[in-house]
Every structure is written in structure tokens, then in C-alpha cells.
């Protein structure tokens, strides 16, 4: 083999070498550390709901009662009916009626917040509440719950018509419809330990 032909191989490896060792030598460079720490920001869990009971009802006074915010536990959907007829004259004199129905709705979704009603119809012996679920109160728009017995729960109260479910909602009568079960009211309850010693030290009884 050549001498000019030994130089040049021994040139390809030492080059293919110095890669190689830079390469790795840039490898073994450790990342800084990080000058700042972020502590995770602890996040704020809602506080759970549970049925408004006969017993909270009955230990709270009036004034306390209107203080409640109430939840309502699953959606409602107000339907009512009204007939429309249209009638007019068209272009070749004929008499043309048009009749139909307009449909109006109003829809409550799970957990839209309540509060007793500005005129709040309640009944002492019975502990029907008038909840208010809008902005304001001044169609008396509420809705009545009383309690049931056998759940411990104030439920939305209603009336039936021919197999109908109604309720009377702003001085008119409204079609209600639910899923699964009567609507009824929530509450958040924030339970708090507050436990008390007394303790009294008796020194004896002498002759």
C-alpha cells in the first residue's frame, strides 16, 4: 500500500473519531437545574350537596330560612299551548285561515340556584316553601316543594289534568316534564366539628 494512501485513511479515522468523542462529550453535558420550583396550586373542590330535610327545616327560624340558597337536583322543562289562528285576504280574493299552536318553554337545568320568593306562601304546619329560581319575582314566577315523608326531601309539587302534569307558573298553566325522578331541593351542608368539655371538680363532702 501506498504512503500517500496510509496518510489518507489514517486522515478518514482520526476524523470520524473527533466526531464520535464530540458527540458523546456533548452528551455528557447535564441540563441546569431549574432556578425556580412551581408548587402545584391546590384546587378547590365543591362543596356537596344534599337534600333539604324536614329537620333542617324545622331548626332553622323564618329569618334563616330565607337565607338558604337552594339547588334544584335535576332539570324541568315547562311547556305550555296556545292556539293561533291567522286570517287574511291574498291576491285572488280568497279567504285563506291559518291555525296552529305555539309552543312556549322554559327550562330549569340541574342545579340552577333558588331562593325562597319575595312573597313566599310557605305554610307553617305543612312546610311548603315557594322557591324562586329567576332574577326576579315580580310575576310571582315560583315553584312550590313540600316534604315527603318517606324520602326526607322537599319535591316540586304539581297538579294532574287528564293524565297531565301542571303546575301553576307565573299566574299561568305550564306542562312540566322531568327525567327520572320528581325534581326536589338541594342544599349545601358544610359540616363542622364542634366538640365541648365540661368538666366540673367536686372536692368531697365532710361530716
Known amino acids: 500500500m501506498g504512503k500517500i494512501n496510509i496518510i489518507l485513511i489514517m486522515t478518514v479515522f482520526l476524523s470520524i473519531a473527533g466526531t464520535n468523542a464530540g458527540a458523546f462529550g456533548r452528551r455528557q453535558v447535564a441540563a441546569p437545574e431549574p432556578s425556580v420550583i412551581l408548587e402545584p396550586e391546590p384546587i378547590a373542590l365543591p362543596l356537596p350537596k344534599t337534600s333539604f ?5 324545622d331548626a332553622l327560624p323564618n329569618d ?9 337536583s335535576n332539570s324541568i322543562t315547562l311547556t305550555q299551548e296556545a292556539t293561533r289562528m ?3 285576504v291574498d291576491a285572488a280574493g280568497k279567504i285563506v285561515t291559518t291555525d296552529g299552536l305555539d309552543y312556549n318553554q322554559i327550562r330549569i337545568p340541574a342545579e340552577t340556584p333558588g331562593r325562597l320568593g319575595v312573597n313566599n306562601e310557605y305554610n307553617v304546619e305543612y312546610g311548603i316553601l315557594a322557591v324562586c ?5 315580580t310575576n310571582n314566577n315560583v315553584m312550590y316543594f313540600q316534604p315527603n315523608p318517606d324520602k326526607d ?5 304539581y297538579f294532574s289534568r287528564d293524565g297531565t302534569k301542571l303546575i301553576k307558573y307565573g299566574e ?3 306542562e312540566i316534564s322531568y327525567l ?10 358544610e359540616q363542622q366539628k364542634d366538640d365541648r368539655m365540661n368538666t366540673r371538680t367536686v372536692t368531697g363532702r365532710n361530716p
Open 180 to 189: 327520572r325522578e320528581v325534581p326536589y331541593l338541594l342544599v349545601i351542608n
Open 133 to 137: 329560581f329567576e332574577d326576579t319575582n
Open 53 to 57: 330535610t324536614t329537620a333542617m327545616r
Open 172 to 174: 299561568l298553566d305550564y
Open 86 to 88: 291567522n286570517i287574511k
Open 64 to 72: 334563616q330560612l330565607a337565607r338558604i340558597q337552594f339547588f334544584l
Open 153 to 157: 326531601r322537599y319535591e316540586l309539587m
